[in-house]
């Protein structure tokens, strides 16, 4: 029976495995469009954070959450966790514009 139970949870923990490995590449998948995003509000001066957005996002995810039985705290939790990373590579995006601007300023004349 033993043998048994240690068959089982290795394949659980299996199943585990591949959605850790699922979700990293998810997020890798959804970082890539985020530094997009953060690129294009560099580019057009907008602010890294959109607070009404955000909130819509949550609350989107929350119901979702409700609807797939998992707990819409810890969603919400997981979520803002996820927006503050992208907002802080947001704001290096429009920093790092901003740096461009200026260096280019800096050649522009007589260069």
């Given amino acids: 029976m033993e043998e048994e139970a240690a068959a089982e949870l290795r394949r659980l923990r299996d199943s585990i495995d591949n959605m850790d490995a699922a979700l ?3 997020l890798a998948e959804r970082f890539k469009i985020t530094q997009q995003v953060g690129d294009l509000k560099a580019r057009h ?6 607070p009404e957005r ?3 996002q949550i609350s989107r995810l929350r ?3 409700a609807d797939a039985r ?3 705290e810890f969603a919400e939790k997981f ?3 996820v927006v503050a990373e992208v907002v802080r590579h947001h704001e290096a995006a429009l920093r790092d514009s901003a740096e461009s601007s200026i260096h280019i300023g800096r050649r522009g ?3």
């Fill in 79 to 81: 979520l803002t966790f």
């Fill in 63 to 65: 119901a979702l959450a």
């Fill in 24 to 26: 990293v590449h998810l």
């Fill in 45 to 50: 001066g907008l602010p890294p954070a959109d």
């Fill in 70 to 72: 998992l707990d819409p």
């Fill in 54 to 56: 955000e909130a819509q």
């Fill in 109 to 111: 004349v007589g260069q």
